[in-house]
């Protein structure tokens, strides 16, 4: 069965540091990833998928199938930065989100 | 334009009571999604319409959850003789089509007491 882990529950860094948010998944199939954020008091909205190799708001997130893994980074935090962010992968011939439990990502001045 | 919305944004039922969650998807969408996001985790998915028809309910908790779009637009996620459990975030979500971005409300907080 399909499975989306994500380790930390909280990650606190101080402003300019780096981050990296660990998403680690399993899936027979051809995997689709995503990462979505939810700001504070806002809905839940997509950052970025695998498939579209894009930076949004300075993060990327590169799918290793060796390592089953879809990190995000982002190479120095902003303030903005903090917020819940999940990390989901498509199943069911497309139909399925299933999501990580979330990381909680603090910035600190 | 006007995003997904969804209604109650809170509700709170005694146990036994049964409750209506509406969604109203953004116009076009042709695709509609409702997650059950309990405390602490994530949106786990419940049931998936492509216009009126449902395609996939295999999510559903239990035959006391039922959900319905009959005119290919507004959703409805109806719970019968709601238990404790039941306590959760209801999300619902919209896309163009499959594979296509999902778009979500803000969610229906349901407390039972």
């Known amino acids: 069965a399909q499975r989306v882990t994500q380790p930390e529950k909280l990650l606190s860094v101080f402003k300019g540091a780096p981050v990296e948010l660990k998403c680690n998944y399993s899936y027979s199939g051809s995997p689709e990833l995503f990462w979505y954020v939810q700001y504070s008091r806002q809905r839940l909205q997509l950052l970025l998928r695998?498939?579209s190799r894009e930076s949004i708001k300075g993060f990327t997130a590169d799918l290793n199938k060796g390592e089953t893994s879809f990190h995000l980074k982002k190479p120095f935090a902003q303030e903005e930065d903090s917020a819940m962010y999940y990390c989901?992968?498509?199943?069911?011939?497309?139909?399925?989100?299933?999501f990580g439990t979330g990381t909680q990502l603090k910035v600190e001045l | 334009g006007a995003g997904v919305s969804q209604s109650p944004r809170y509700k709170v039922a005694k146990r036994g009571q049964d409750v209506a969650l509406r969604c109203d998807p953004i116009s076009g969408h042709v695709s509609l999604f409702w997650y059950q996001q309990a405390l602490g985790q994530g949106p786990e998915f419940l049931t998936y319409?492509?216009?009126?028809?449902?395609?996939?309910k295999s999510g559903l908790p239990s035959d006391r959850f039922f959900a319905e779009r009959p005119e290919g637009s507004v959703s409805t996620l109806k719970i019968q003789r709601t238990q404790q459990e039941d306590s959760a975030v209801y999300l619902c979500a919209s896309s163009v089509f499959l594979y296509n971005e999902q778009f979500f409300g803000p969610g229906t907080r349901l407390t039972v007491l």
């Open positions: 989901a992968l498509l199943y069911g011939g497309g139909n399925k989100l299933t």
């Open positions: 319409f492509q216009n009126e028809a449902q395609l996939d």
């Open positions: 695998h498939i």
